[in-house]
């Protein structure tokens, strides 16, 4: 894909959004400078592909956003865009290819699994890899080149399974997890088992699958509700996520059902229809947050692509301005890692982002339940 600039939007907006504003003149007679060039990385094709467009259009928003109110130390941001197609060596070509062009930052994967593949990349070259979404806890606690706006799992996936204990009263669940984003579902199921467990709850089968268009979700769906479990968990992402309520639904229509927070984006109540009603997740993102920032944010990213950010855009407009606000602090700065450290707390859109030592950020989370085709905040 060709690197292209950005337009802009109104200034009323950016007066709210952009924590640094600086204006700059060119000299008649003088060439612009050259522009400042980031990356982003993302699954924007295929089964991820809402949570990558989210991701991808939120940093183009941040980047009209800060070229409109006059770039950084008067440069212009040039924004450069690679799909990593949900596959670990396109992953890391992506990275390789963007550094090659001149990025000093990389805000992206929007997966655990390619955030795995692409740390060493970015490690080897000293490039600050700033995820939105990934949670794995296999990058948690190193002081590598990978930093994130969204807590590891075992800081909140404790959460749904004593709601789901203690709320619901189950006891024996059954499970479903993604072969291929094993970095994040496998993570997310040891995590799950072991609040569940400790709360006397038990998983008693759990089963892997490879996500893709074959699926047999029918035949997956009943083995599920073969043990006669009390709910089923289900960690996939939004597609297979309907498609497995679905088939579920047909053949119990009242059994609990518990999600992951990969899988509850907009697209998943589209797709899942009645089939998603009830079906709890535990997020960090409140769609009905009514701070300033945040409803000035959703109005112009529905006014720009026509949809809602969703939790994908929103968390990654926090780490786009993290970026953007360092390089605006110290933009001689080569190793922009060091000054997102030194800097520390960042604001968000909904709650401030302070990162620890490693690059890690600790945000709370919320219970949320699809009624009447929305996410509703329960606890």
């Known amino acids: 894909m060709k690197p292209f600039r950005t337009a ?12 640094v504003l600086l ?20 699954g924007t094709s295929g089964r991820v592909a809402d949570l990558g467009i989210a991701g991808r259009d939120a940093v183009l928003l941040a980047v009209e956003l800060r070229n409109r109110a006059g770039g950084v130390a008067g440069r212009q941001v040039e924004l450069l865009i690679k799909d990593d197609q949900q596959n670990p060596d396109v992953a890391q070509r992506a990275v390789r290819e963007l550094i090659a062009q001149g990025v000093v930052a990389i805000i992206g994967p929007m997966t655990s699994a390619m955030a795995v593949a692409m740390t060493p990349v970015a490690n080897e070259a000293e490039i600050a ?6 949670v794995t806890n296999e990058l948690t606690g190193k002081d590598d080149y990978f930093l994130r706006v969204s807590s590891p799992t075992r800081e909140y996936v404790h959460k749904i399974a004593l709601y789901g204990r203690n709320a619901w009263g189950l006891r024996r669940v059954t499970a479903v997890y993604d072969l291929n984003n094993r970095a994040y579902t496998e993570d997310w199921l040891d995590d799950f088992r072991a609040a569940f467990t400790e709360a006397g709850g038990e998983i008693i089968q759990a089963i892997g699958f490879e996500s893709g268009d074959e699926t047999a ?15 089923v968990v289900i960690v996939a992402n939004s597609v297979d996520t309907a498609m497995f309520c679905q088939q579920i639904r047909k053949l ?3 059994i609990p059902l518990i999600g992951s927070e990969w899988g509850a984006t907009e697209r998943l109540v589209e797709l899942g229809g009645r089939a998603v009603e009830g079906l709890s997740v535990a997020q960090i993102f409140d769609r009905n ?9 959703r109005q112009t990213y529905l006014d720009r ?28 700065e080569r190793n922009l890692k060091k000054t997102i450290l030194a800097l520390r707390r960042f604001e968000g859109l909904q709650h401030p ?11 709370d989370s919320l219970i949320m339940v699809v009624r009447d085709g929305q996410f509703v905040v329960v606890q």
Not at 129 to 134: G, I, M
Not at 217 to 231: M, V
């Open 23 to 42: 204006s700059y003149a060119v000299l008649p007679g003088c060439a612009p400078p050259e522009p400042i060039r980031i990356g982003f990385v993302g």
């Open 217 to 231: 979700f029918l035949r997956i769906a009943s083995d599920l509700l073969a043990p006669q479990p009390d709910g």
């Open 353 to 363: 982002v302070v990162f620890d030592e490693f690059g890690e950020a600790r945000r």
């Open 129 to 134: 890899l700033v995820s939105p979404t990934v």
């Open 289 to 297: 947050n009514t701070g300033p920032r945040y409803q000035t944010f």
């Open 305 to 332: 692509f026509q949809r809602e950010p969703g939790f994908g855009g929103v968390t990654t407009f926090d780490a786009a301005n993290i970026v953007l606000e360092a390089l605006a602090k110290h933009p001689a």
């Open 252 to 254: 119990d229509a009242r």
């Open 8 to 19: 802009g939007t109104g200034t009323g907006v950016i007066a709210l959004l952009s924590a």
